[in-house]
Structures are given as structure tokens and as C-alpha cells.
């Protein structure tokens, strides 16, 4: 049987709409299985419905198709044998105005072939019944997202307990009810936030339970450990083009497998006697908090952050600190989520990814602060801007820089924006003094929103709208600010020779 091309709703139980007293449905044929669910209700009349199912429909039919001498032979028995092929999940047969009793014939085949066949009575339509699958999918649909919402936050709740890691894990497992483990890299044998294993003993030296430094919930048996821990090492990193995260089945057992963003090789590994719709939303937002606690564990960032920002207060200089926060220079990136607003998950979830605890969540964007030798990549679900490398002593240039690329990168529409990717040859034939000191006089009549108006304009080839998108103003407004600029500089802005030099100006007089 194919594997059928669900959507992205929760399954309706066959039991359920069979309980529904406005419909009357009575099932006649099949099993009578308490787990068999639909994914939707579709009408067809055609004698061989099989290109037309995707699987786990509901077939309603009202016998239009069958012809009068169908009991006689195989009709039915290739009429339900295509249904079952195809996936459908149950077959509705509606009396009225064509038959008056679901033919015997039918009903014999759904027994041998074991579809589920329901009696739907001549005063329920089908559009009815297919209002009612759809009723339920919804009242499904809004407890699934109550009860996502809910494991959202205990989780964030257990983060912030004496030891989070395991605190976590026990809330992840209780909400799968399954089992939940956190993977150490290859030859782990310290376990998270200072504590001893589980597990101690000669079946811990196993290769797979090695690196299991924390667990909770229902403990599986050896063929389902052995079988995560071998789906934890396929998305554990080990170079370009490593999954994320994996799934697969052993012994009736759904596992899942996610890798860590702290980069440090840390896997979540879940297995769980069934799977449903909000598991790996749950298991996600899950793997996100241990990418955040296993980053501070293993690097011990989280007091170096503290001590950090302390020495920050008390006035010491940014390069004073940064190398608290690790050697090297530093990207600062700017990014914009593509559903407003933002969430503290969502914000975090975007620092693991790429690879920084250092998160900043304002109320439209969030600034992350990455080593640079971790090369953003663009994120689903967000626009990004990134600056130029930069030391401690320049962060602040950095911000502007990740600022101003995220404003183009929404311009165009373009999900990242790297800071300087195109450098004008012009700059290696002045001095920085000499090229700063004409930025200033030529610059020097422009207050401050005027220059960074007429930098994003010349930038952006002078779009009118584009300029407007990056700057949140309306195209009226920049025709007058570019107007009053062309007024104050006494110049043609139409003159191509005009822009190259006030473009020069404006890249230098930023530094």
C-alpha cells in the first residue's frame, strides 16, 4: 500500500465520525479497528476510483457505477481491491436514490479484503458527511495546538530548573510518552552538568550507550537502543550535507533523531510507541533548549557571558572582554522573521542555528553575535543581514553594517544580505584619511536620516519602492528627502558620475 500524501491536519478516527447520531452511520463490513483514521472524504462514482485516491480518504459512492449484472461476477471484488490498493481508508455507500440496500456482493468483498464499509442513510447527504470529517479535523487540529503550546511551556519551564538538561528530557518524555536521550560526541563519558550516567556496569560499555549522558522516560529494549544510537550517528555533523534530523521505525517503535546547534556533536534521540501530528514541533522546540544548555555546558559560555556583561557594566572596553567570549573576530547578524511577531523560542532557535548563544531579541528583529568563522547560512522563515568581520573594538560598526544589510535584504527580497560583497575598486587608490576627510566635506551639508536615506536609494539602483521597503517609509517620502538631498549638495542625482562619487563618500564616511 502506498504511504498516503496526508495534509497537514490531524487524522480523524473512523470511531469518531461513526458516533456522530446526526449522521446515522452504521458500519456494515470490514474491521471494526478502533485506530483506523481518515485524512479526508471524497465522492466518486467511477468504476475504478484508484487514479484518483491519494489514500486515507473515505470513499463515498451512491452504487451510480455498478452495473446490473455485478453480483454475478468479480465486479466488487476489483472495485474494492483498487480502493484498498490505493490506500482509501473506508468506503461510505449511500442508499438512495439508486439502491436501497448496499449490495450483498459489496459487502462480502469489504469483508475479504478488510476495508471498512459504513451505511450512510438516505437522509445524510455527502457533503454532510464531509462537513463533519472536516468539523472534527479542526476540533483535532485546535487540541493539538493546546496541547503543543502546553509542552512549549513546561519546557521552557524545566530550562530554567537546578539541572535543566535532565529536567527537559523527563518534560520531553512525559509529553511523547516515550523515551528521551541526549547523545554525547563520539567517546562522551561525562555526563551532562557534572552528574554520573544512568547506568553503570559492563552494558555501559557498549559503543551506543557510551555516549548516552542523560536520559528519561519508559527505557526500550536493546534492538531500539541500538537502533537510535545508530540514527543518532547519521545526523551527528560530520560535513557538508549532514541531516539535521532523521526518523525511523524498529521493532513498532517511532524514533527521531535531531542534532544539536551547539556544534559541539550532542544529539537528541526520541523513541516513542506511536507518533502524532505535534511530536516533532514538541521534540523540536526540545532539541532547541539543549542546544542552548549543552553550548553553555561544553564551552562553559554561560559564566564567561556573565562575567562578560558584568566587566561591561562596570566599564571595561569591549575588546577587553570579548576574549571571554572566545578568540577571533566576530559577524554580527540581523534577522527578521518572516511571521510576525518574534518569540523567545524562536529567537533562541535562530541563534543555534547559526551556531551563537549570543541573542539579543528586540521587538522586530534579532541580533545575534557569531564568531566569524561560522558562516550564516540563510534560514527558513527568515530574512537575514549580515556585517562585515569585525573585532570587538568595532561592533558597534558591525550592528550598523548587519542593520543596513537587512534593510536590503528585505528590499530585494532576498532571505540573506552579506555586508560588503561588493567592494568599488575606487578605495585602494586614496588613503583612509584622504578618502574620510572628502567623504566629510562633501557629505558635511546632510543631517544624519537624509545620508542614510540617499546611501539606501544609490544602493538600490534608485528604487523609489525598494528604498521605501527598506526604510519603513512611504515612496513619497523618499522622493522629498532625495529632492532636499539633490538641494542641499547643489547637484544633478540623474548624473551617473554624480552618484559614483556620493556612493564613494557614503561608504567611507560611514566608517
Same mark, same amino acid.
Given at each position: ?306 562575567? /562578560? *556583561?558584568?566587566? !561591561? +557594566?562596570?566599564?571595561? =572596553?569591549? $575588546? @577587553?572582554? %570579548?576574549?571571554? &567570549? ?98 568599488? /575598486? *575606487?578605495?585602494? !587608490? +586614496?588613503?583612509?584619511? =584622504?578618502? $574620510? @576627510?572628502? %567623504?566629510?566635506? &562633501? ?69
Amino acid at each position: 500500500m502506498p504511504d498516503p500524501a496526508v495534509p497537514p491536519t490531524p487524522p480523524v478516527a473512523l470511531s469518531a465520525l461513526l458516533a456522530r447520531e446526526d449522521l446515522g452511520l452504521r458500519q456494515i463490513a470490514g474491521p471494526r479497528d478502533t485506530n483506523t483514521v481518515i485524512h479526508w472524504a471524497h465522492t466518486s462514482e467511477m468504476a475504478d476510483p484508484y487514479p484518483y485516491l491519494l489514500g486515507g480518504e473515505l470513499l463515498l459512492s451512491a452504487g451510480v457505477h455498478i452495473p446490473e449484472a455485478a453480483g454475478s461476477g468479480t465486479y466488487f471484488d476489483d472495485y474494492v481491491s483498487r480502493i484498498v490498493a490505493a490506500g482509501g481508508a473506508a468506503l461510505g455507500f449511500g442508499l438512495a436514490p439508486v439502491h436501497d440496500t448496499v449490495p450483498r456482493a459489496l459487502v462480502e468483498a469489504c469483508d475479504t479484503y478488510e476495508l471498512p464499509l459504513l451505511e450512510v442513510p438516505p437522509q445524510t447527504t455527502f457533503s454532510g458527511v464531509a462537513r463533519a470529517v472536516w468539523q472534527l479535523m479542526a476540533q483535532a487540529r485546535h487540541a493539538e495546538l493546546r496541547r503543543v503550546t502546553e509542552a512549549q511551556q513546561s519546557l521552557a519551564a524545566a530550562a530554567s530548573r537546578p539541572d535543566p538538561v535532565r529536567a527537559v528530557l523527563r518534560q520531553l518524555a512525559q509529553r511523547i510518552g516515550g523515551w528521551a536521550v541526549l547523545y554525547g560526541p563520539e567517546g562522551a563519558e561525562s555526563a551532562s552538568a557534572g552528574r554520573a550516567p544512568d547506568r553503570q556496569g559492563p552494558e555501559a560499555a557498549s559503543a551506543g550507550r557510551a555516549a548516552e549522558i542523560a536520559a528519561a522516560g519508559r527505557e526500550p529494549g536493546d534492538v531500539v537502543r541500538g537502533a537510535l544510537a545508530g540514527l543518532a550517528a547519521v545526523v551527528r555533523p560530520s560535513g557538508p550535507g549532514t541531516p539535521t534530523s532523521a526518523t525511523d521505525t524498529a521493532a513498532g517503535t517511532h524514533l527521531a533523531a535531531y542534532a544539536l546547534g551547539a556544534g559541539q556533536g550532542f544529539v537528541l534521540g526520541v523513541a516513542a510507541p506511536h507518533r502524532d501530528t505535534g511530536d516533532h514541533t514538541i521534540a523540536s522546540v526540545a532539541a532547541v533548549l539543549l542546544s542552548l544548555l549543552t553550548g553553555e555546558h561544553q564551552s562553559g559560555s554561560g559564566a564567561a557571558r556573565s562575567s /562578560a *556583561l558584568l566587566r !561591561l +557594566l562596570l566599564g571595561a =572596553e569591549p $575588546e @577587553a572582554v %570579548a576574549p571571554l &567570549l572566545g578568540s577571533g573576530g566576530w559577524l554580527v547578524v540581523h534577522g527578521s522573521p518572516d511571521a510576525q511577531p518574534c518569540d523567545p523560542v524562536a529567537a533562541a532557535a535562530l541563534g543555534a542555528a547559526l551556531g551563537s548563544p549570543l541573542v539579543d531579541l528586540a521587538r522586530d528583529v534579532v541580533r545575534v553575535l557569531v564568531p566569524a568563522d561560522r558562516e550564516p547560512a540563510p534560514q527558513p522563515g527568515w530574512t537575514l543581514g549580515v556585517s562585515a568581520p569585525a573585532t570587538a573594538r568595532d561592533w558597534p560598526v558591525a550592528d550598523t553594517q548587519a542593520a543596513r544589510a537587512l534593510s536590503r535584504a528585505r528590499a530585494t527580497r532576498t532571505p540573506l544580505h552579506r555586508h560588503g560583497t561588493h567592494r568599488p /575598486a *575606487l578605495t585602494d !587608490l +586614496l588613503s583612509p584619511g =584622504e578618502a $574620510e @576627510a572628502h %567623504a566629510r566635506a &562633501l557629505l558635511a551639508p546632510l543631517t544624519p536620516p537624509l545620508a542614510e536615506t540617499l546611501r539606501t536609494w544609490l544602493s538600490l539602483h534608485g528604487s523609489w519602492d525598494r528604498t521605501a521597503v527598506a526604510l519603513a517609509v512611504h515612496r513619497n517620502t523618499v522622493r522629498q528627502r532625495i529632492a532636499r538631498c539633490a538641494a542641499l549638495l547643489g547637484t544633478d542625482l540623474d548624473d551617473p558620475d554624480v552618484r559614483m562619487e556620493l556612493w564613494f563618500a557614503l561608504r567611507h564616511g560611514e566608517r
